[in-house]
């Protein structure tokens, strides 16, 4: 059984920092590269952040971009997202994905295993 488990969402003020983390269990990890969606109310999930197997290649979308730093520990089986600057339109649930398809994937349907995700609220 396939299981992704995020962590480290919380309540942040507008400018500040957090850090999430998916552990990884029930698949070889390193076989698969990992993303991060987010979902705000009433949108569409959408993409964040995709890196590869290796580490080596790593993909942004233009709304995180030079803010948020996508990171992963195959030996941990771990992915990351350092998030910086934070704003309050990065309120959203934030979900980790695994997927092992090769083509760098920005879509839902690129993704076979997705985490229950983690609420990142900034506000002051």
């Known amino acids: 059984q396939v299981l992704l488990v995020e962590t480290g969402g919380g309540l942040v003020q507008p400018g500040g920092s957090l850090r999430l983390s998916c552990a990884a269990s029930?698949?070889?990890?390193?076989?698969?590269?990992m993303a991060w969606f987010r979902q705000a109310p009433g949108k569409e999930r959408e993409f964040v952040a995709r890196?590869?197997?290796?580490?080596?290649?790593?993909y942004y979308a233009d709304s995180v971009k030079g803010r948020f730093t996508i990171s992963r520990d195959n030996a941990k089986n771990t992915v990351y997202l350092q998030m910086n600057s934070l704003k309050p339109e990065d309120t959203a649930v934030y979900y980790c994905?695994?997927?092992?398809?090769?083509?760098?994937?920005?879509?839902?349907?690129?993704?076979?295993?997705w985490g229950q995700g983690t609420q990142v609220t900034v506000s002051s």
């Open positions: 890196i590869s197997r290796s580490g080596s290649s790593i």
């Open positions: 994905a695994a997927s092992s398809v090769m083509a760098p994937q920005t879509t839902r349907g690129g993704y076979a295993y």
């Open positions: 029930g698949l070889t990890f390193s076989y698969y590269a």
